[in-house]
């Protein structure tokens, strides 16, 4: 008895090391710094998967051209791939150097989260993977996770939103997956130029110049 209790502890334990650890790591706690940006160093998912290439593509979208100050926005990251059947991602927004900026936060607390290791990465949670196999067809071929970012106070110049998605075949294995990259840049405010008071002047006599030739060459009303 206690030999045959042995053997299906060893058998149970040698299937749980057989397991791939990086399989787990995909879906559940994903690393942080993994958008191949510059605080990220250049690290991307493709790290820990495999460097296959593909026909899809990843997307942020409703960014702006130029961000304003404290403004909120309603971000969306897109994964899609015309083979895969799921995926996963990462987002983080810095500036030309690097620097983090603004604040990112969560508005779907069920298939995303900020990273455990560092928050100024969003990311996937195991539910949001497996959203994702379950949305995949009706999105043609693609996942989309919500991500919110509030600008910075002050204009920091130029800024980039990084995002890296894993376009995944669910096989449970951390090959077979094909990892997408994008960086998209926004501006600082726009800035509307302001108006000098030889500048107003101008305008004022130009208006002015063209009344008065509008009026010159009115038809006299006859009796």
């Not at 290791?117 to 949670?125: K, L």
């Amino acid at each position: 008895m206690l030999r045959t209790i042995l053997t299906q502890r060893i058998s149970v334990l040698a299937l749980l090391l057989a397991f791939p650890a990086a399989s787990l790591a995909r879906t559940n706690n994903p690393p942080a710094g993994m958008t191949g940006s510059m605080a990220s160093m250049g690290n991307t998912c493709m790290n820990c998967h495999s460097n296959t290439s593909g026909s899809g593509s990843v997307q942020v979208l409703n960014a702006p051209a130029n961000y304003q100050l404290n403004m909120i926005y309603d971000l969306v990251v897109r994964v899609a791939d015309p083979v895969q059947v799921g995926a996963g991602f990462q987002l983080s927004v810095e500036d030309s150097v690097g620097v983090h900026v603004g604040t990112i936060s969560v508005t779907d607390a069920t298939n995303t989260e900020l990273n455990l290791s560092d928050a100024n990465y969003i990311n996937h949670t195991p539910a949001g993977v497996g959203q994702s196999v379950t949305d995949w067809a009706s999105l043609s071929s693609g996942a989309e996770f919500q991500a919110r970012w509030q600008a910075p106070a002050s204009d920091v110049g130029p800024i980039t939103f990084w995002a890296s998605g894993n376009a995944m075949d669910n096989a449970g294995a951390n090959t077979g997956d094909i990892i997408y990259l994008s960086s998209l840049t926004a501006n600082g405010p726009a800035v509307v130029p302001a108006v000098s008071e030889w500048g107003v002047l101008v305008m004022t006599l130009l208006v002015l110049t063209v009344g008065t030739i509008v009026l010159g060459t009115r038809r006299p009303e006859l009796a």
